[in-house]
């Protein structure tokens, strides 16, 4: 079974879309074609928060698992409202 390696803190990431799916990843350091993509899956990190209807922190995000055309696999995350992407690991 894999595992997922988390980078700490997570890497800033370009992506670029087809349609609403991730087609290429620029990272530093890494990056390319998308040749798997799984998701998105909905997540809310402030689920638990009383308030968290409120919150306008970026806790809302689409997260994605892509295989890259150099055969690895990472978990990313698409962040909202600020529209940014953000590499959270990869799988080993």
Same mark, same amino acid.
Do not use: K
């Given at each position: 079974?894999?595992?997922?390696?988390?980078?700490? !803190?997570?890497?800033? *990431?370009?992506?670029?879309?087809?349609?609403?799916? !991730? +087609?290429?990843?620029?990272?530093? $350091?890494?990056?390319? #074609?998308?040749?798997?993509?799984?998701? !998105?899956? #909905? +997540?809310?990190?402030? /689920? /638990?928060? !009383? #308030?968290?209807?409120?919150?306008?922190? $970026?806790?809302?995000?689409?997260?994605?698992?892509? #295989? *890259?055309?150099?055969?690895?696999?990472?978990?990313?995350?698409?962040?909202?409202?600020? @529209?940014? /992407?953000? +590499?959270?690991? /990869?799988? @080993?």
């Amino acid at each position: 079974s894999m595992g997922l390696r988390r980078y700490r !803190p997570p890497r800033s *990431l370009r992506v670029r879309l087809v349609g609403q799916s !991730p +087609a290429m990843v620029m990272g530093d $350091g890494f990056g390319g #074609r998308v040749t798997v993509c799984r998701g !998105p899956f #909905r +997540a809310n990190t402030e /689920w /638990w928060h !009383p #308030r968290h209807s409120e919150l306008d922190d $970026g806790s809302i995000r689409d997260i994605y698992d892509v #295989r *890259l055309s150099s055969g690895v696999m990472y978990r990313l995350a698409h962040c909202y409202p600020q @529209d940014t /992407w953000w +590499a959270l690991g /990869w799988y @080993d």
